[in-house]
């Protein structure tokens, strides 16, 4: 039988899961170019470190990452010309 990945560290290919979407500028027009990151503080037995999947936006301005499932993500767009993202 299969066990969840909730029984395990959440970096096992069952895991996987997608985060995707669009990035657009305040008038609704698609931005190519943005680095897109998702990071993830993982924490398994006494492991804890901050990681993190990236991609870039394409011309429409899609973007789609591959992160594991047992855990909770930040997703930060980053692009030369528009203010840096704050924490």
Do not use: Q, W
């Amino acid at each position: 039988y299969l066990i969840g990945c909730a029984a395990y560290d959440g970096l096992d290919d069952d895991c996987r899961s997608r985060i995707y979407g669009y990035v657009k500028d305040s008038g609704g027009a698609a931005l190519s170019g943005v680095l897109v990151t998702a990071y993830t503080h993982l924490h398994y037995g006494s492991f804890s470190r901050v990681i993190n999947f990236s991609t870039v936006t394409d011309s429409s301005g899609y973007y789609e990452l591959i992160v594991y499932s047992n855990n909770t993500y930040d997703l930060v767009a980053e692009k030369s010309g528009y203010y840096p993202p704050s924490f």
